[in-house]
């Protein structure tokens, strides 16, 4: 396997290399003066290749440029995609990511990994690491009672509760109601969430545990900013093993 980057994601990169024993290729696309890419064939001999997405504000723009890029490998056996957050993927009432997943199917893409998928598809070409997968080491053989901080988050949360083997509870945010809070009493909660914006629901299920009883309130949120890719680097080429 080779791991083909941009030179943002190269220290990431470069860990994955380690840990996979496997060559890095630093890839450079420039653009006219029209912003135009000026995208290069790059040539593989018969190699499977791991390409890196880079999270990045102008995500429009690097999606584009990254179709360009997948259509130029040549003689690759195969190519997988790592794309920490898939565009559009929070779009719940929006057909938006259909398109994006009907666009990297059509340039011959494997498979995609990616960190915690905000709505879970069930789609197999999407291979989502799920938060158990990054942070639930640190919890196992702890008393701690997971929690989702909206409906959105059960089914990561749940996960998380059953690789942790502890107990689950659903936080209505619109209802402010906390699900089977007895159970909480005295103990250290666990929020497990996504994406964090504004915190307010983060924020909201907080007062709602401890005004319930909690001990204690811990979060975890998985993010894809590259300084948390780079931290988690081993769990998440680990999590990508299972399926290369």
């Known amino acids: 396997m080779i791991i083909l980057h941009e030179r943002i994601m190269a220290e990431f990169a470069n860990l994955l290399a380690k840990d996979f024993c496997c060559a890095t290729y630093c890839m450079d696309v420039p653009q006219f003066s029209n912003n135009e890419f000026n995208v290069a064939p790059i040539y593989i001999?018969?190699?499977?290749?791991?390409?890196?997405?880079?999270?990045?504000?102008?995500i429009n723009t690097q999606f584009l440029k990254y179709c360009f890029i997948i259509q130029n490998i040549c003689n690759a056996r195969g190519i997988d995609l790592f794309m920490p957050y898939i565009p559009y993927s929070r779009q719940d009432q929006s057909k938006s990511f259909m398109h994006i997943l009907l666009s990297l199917k059509s340039v011959n893409i494997r498979q995609i990994f990616t960190i915690d998928i905000h709505k879970f598809t069930g789609d197999p070409f999407i291979k989502n690491i799920l938060p158990h997968e990054l942070f639930g080491d640190r919890y196992v053989n702890s008393d701690v009672v997971v929690i989702a901080p909206d409906l959105g988050a059960k089914h990561r949360a749940q996960a998380f509760a059953k690789f942790i083997n502890s107990d689950f509870i659903l936080f209505d945010k619109v209802t402010g109601h906390l699900y089977e809070k007895t159970i909480i009493i005295g103990r250290r909660c666990l929020i497990i969430d996504d994406i964090r914006d504004t915190g307010r629901t983060i924020s909201l299920a907080t007062k709602a545990l401890y005004s319930a009883g909690a001990s204690q309130v811990d979060c975890c949120i998985s993010t894809t900013a590259r300084t948390f890719l780079e931290n988690y680097h081993r769990q998440i080429s680990e999590s990508i093993a299972r399926y290369l």
């Open 45 to 58: 001999d018969d190699d499977y290749v791991l390409l890196l997405f880079p999270n990045t504000s102008d």
